[in-house]
């Protein structure tokens, strides 16, 4: 789950890391009101969506004067953001944050994520910060400091001083610095988060260290236990089709291929994605109905994969162990029916009662290829949906 960069902050804040005064705002008429509560002569005015790249976005806007803040929000609000990290629709904006203008000195780099090779908790840091931190990590990585924690033990105050002397903080820096990634880490920890990021970290001419940006990402699996996370969620942020997938307990993913597939189990699911990539096609999605799949299921994620704009067939690929195929084929002619059918469709069966569902779909009447070996199904699919 993603939150705004206005909560981050304030989750930063109680953690000991240091950030600009900001006030939220849903409507312009409050902004007057915001700049004089902040007060000083320069604010920057942000779009909050889920989505990074916002400046490039033009959703950071810096003002000097209170009337251009108030343009500013009026141009944001209630439009749409598109960054070059959201699709060409872009994410609704429904409130800005309203910041003091800092005198930015140098802008760095901080985040914690989990290394999945080393199996640690790794701190990552760079003097390269601001908007242009993906060509730094892809162009000169050299500039990315790493350091991982060791999973028994804590991120120790030394470990957070040798890092700040790699970024060259000065000793006033260093202190606050210190502060600034224990904060971090133990927002990283106990909250189960996936993703922790500040960038900008910045020093100011006032030598200070600010969290000028916040993005964190927390582990879906462990939301139950963070019931103050949770009352953060924004769905206004989140993907229609996958929320309604939620909704019915389907596991979906939106993706940019042709070939709509709709298996049940991850691990099938991925194969199958695997082998229509080997025969030559793309997926258009990521779709796990479930082990226990019913049929009413089946056809809602039918109703959702005809719904993805590029798709020019569909491959079902279901292995019955605890579902029985005849179900299985009995829901796939239902949503037909439902909401009809103008792609090419080529079904695979296999396992209990397989037969039975091939047979059902063969006798139905509809434009259905059956198919017993994925392998074929998958060439089948590739071939129909050219
Ligand atoms: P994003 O990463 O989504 O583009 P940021 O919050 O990092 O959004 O803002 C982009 C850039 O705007 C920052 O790198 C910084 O240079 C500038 N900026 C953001 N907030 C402020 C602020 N309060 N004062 C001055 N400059 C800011
Ligand atoms: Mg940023």
Not at 73 to 79: A, E, Q, R, V, Y
Request: hydrophobic share 40%; glycine share 10%; net charge negative.
């Amino acid at each position: 789950m993603h939150i705004h960069e206005y909560q981050a902050k304030t989750l930063f804040s109680h953690n000991n890391i240091q950030t600009p005064k900001g006030i939220l705002i849903s409507n312009t008429k409050q902004a007057s009101k915001a700049c004089s509560e902040l007060g000083g002569s320069v604010w920057v005015v942000k779009a909050q969506v889920h989505a990074g790249g916002r400046g490039k976005g033009g959703g950071v806007i810096l003002c000097r004067s209170v009337m251009e803040v108030e343009v500013a929000c009026d141009k944001l609000l209630g439009g749409q953001l598109i960054t070059p990290q959201t699709d060409a629709k872009g994410l609704p904006i429904n409130q800005v944050l309203v910041e003091a203008g800092q005198n930015i000195e140098q802008e760095l780099y901080l985040g914690l994520l989990i290394d999945r090779q080393t199996q640690k908790i790794t701190v990552l840091a760079s003097t390269e910060g601001g908007m242009d931190i993906e060509k730094v990590a892809s162009e000169t990585p050299d500039k990315i400091i790493k350091f991982g924690v060791e999973p028994l033990g804590a991120l120790s105050e030394k470990s957070c001083a040798e890092i700040a002397e790699k970024l060259g903080l000065n000793a006033e820096l260093t202190e606050q610095f210190n502060r600034a990634l224990l904060g971090l880490y133990d927002i990283f920890v106990q909250k189960d988060v996936s993703l922790i990021e500040i960038n900008p970290l910045i020093t100011t001419a006032e030598n200070t260290l600010l969290a000028l940006d916040g993005k964190i990402d927390f582990d879906d699996n462990a939301l139950y236990r963070h019931e103050d996370i949770l009352a953060l969620r924004d769905i206004s942020q989140e993907d229609e089709k996958e929320m309604t997938a939620s909704e019915y307990q389907l596991n979906y993913i939106s993706l940019n291929g042709t070939i709509g597939c709709m298996v049940n189990g991850a691990g099938l699911a991925m194969a199958t994605m695997d082998l229509i990539e080997h025969h030559g096609g793309s997926s258009a999605n990521f779709l796990d109905v479930g082990g226990g799949t019913t049929a009413q299921r089946v056809a809602k994620a039918f109703e959702l994969i005809q719904t993805e704009k590029n798709v020019s067939g569909v491959l079902v690929n279901i292995f019955g162990g605890i579902v029985r195929c005849d179900l299985i084929a009995e829901g796939i002619l239902q949503a037909i029916e439902k909401v009809g059918l103008n792609l090419p469709i080529v079904v695979r069966l296999e396992g209990t009662n397989a037969a039975a569902g091939l047979k059902l779909l063969d006798e139905s009447g509809v434009a259905i290829h059956t198919e017993s070996d994925l392998t074929q199904a998958a060439i089948k699919i590739v071939e129909l949906s050219k």
